[in-house]
Nanobody, 125 residues
């Protein structure tokens, strides 16, 4: 499956953005999908994941209560609604997909074989 991330931009602290990740070339509902982010000179970190049927949703502690991951399998698209953004949320956000990742490995970037190109989120203080 191919992934295309979009929706990044510049926002003030406290503001909101919604990222999208459009999938093509595969049976989207078979894939668990996730968002990771990478700030300059930092390792790529897990943000959120959602299982293929939408039944399992997982968040990094740093975004719980502020970010919401969702998917629309009829549109082959995943979303990340980001509210109450903080300067430390600034990063390149990547979407990823896997048809075989198990629950205990959802936060492991190496469990995902398919990646989008990334979309930049900048948060001004």
């Amino acid at each position: 499956v191919q992934l295309q991330a979009s929706g990044g931009g510049l926002v003030q602290a406290g503001g909101s953005l919604r990222l999208s990740c459009a999938a093509s070339g595969g049976n989207f509902r078979r894939y668990s999908v996730a968002w990771f982010r990478q700030a300059p000179e930092m390792d790529r970190k897990f943000v959120a994941a959602i299982k293929g049927n939408g039944g399992g949703i997982y968040y990094a502690d740093s975004v719980k209560g502020r970010f919401t991951i969702s998917r629309d399998n009829t549109k082959n698209t995943m979303y990340l609604q980001m509210n109450s953004l903080r300067p430390d949320d600034a990063a390149v956000y990547f979407c990823a997909a896997s048809s075989s990742v198990i629950n205990s490995n959802l936060a492991n970037q190496h469990a995902y074989a398919n990646w989008g190109q990334g979309t930049l989120v900048t948060v001004s203080s």
